[in-house]
């Protein structure tokens, strides 16, 4: 029997991403989900996934053990850079759904696309900039801080 000293039960979709890596094309929409699943961790390494009814089988829990009722919600990988730049000016949804069908960085920044937030901000000009704080708000973190000014020389990308 595994052994674990934290679970998550009763997770209404568990998106494993197990499966082969990298991932391109249309292979990146498969998450590798189980729905009423559970996890089982022992140390912080994840030891045993399944189907929750089978967690009793398979993981002998401590007597001390962790168990987080997940209540049927989402449960994905902590793995996933989920970032904007405050003060980017336009949207990237089509270059997302671009790499989503398998081009690479290198066809969308040939297209003209591409992160290219310093030279958005200067051609959108201060109307349409993000106001200038002079601290963050105080839920951001310190290092999250908007300006109207460029923040990186003209050949730079991103700040």
Do not use: K
């Not at 052994?3 to 998450?31: H, K, M, Q, S």
């Not at 009814?53 to 993981?59: A, G, I, K, N």
């Amino acid at each position: 029997m595994i052994r674990a000293d934290f679970a998550v039960r009763r997770i209404g979709l568990l998106a494993t991403l197990a499966g082969p890596a990298p991932r391109t094309g249309a292979a990146l929409r498969d998450l590798g989900a189980l729905e009423d699943a559970a996890v089982a961790a022992a140390d912080g390494r994840i030891v045993w996934l399944g189907p929750d009814r089978e967690l009793e089988t398979w993981v002998h829990l401590a007597s001390e053990a962790s168990v987080l009722d997940a209540e049927g919600t989402a449960v994905v990988p902590g793995l996933v850079d989920a970032h904007t730049h405050l003060a980017f000016t336009g949207d990237r949804d089509g270059e997302i759904r671009r790499r989503l069908a398998g081009a690479t960085y290198q066809e969308i920044a040939a297209a003209g696309g591409g992160p290219s937030c310093a030279r958005s901000r200067r051609s959108a000009g201060r109307a349409r900039a993000i106001p200038s704080r002079s601290s963050p708000p105080s839920s951001a973190p310190t290092r999250c801080r908007a300006s109207t000014a460029p923040t990186a020389p003209a050949t730079s990308t991103c700040w």
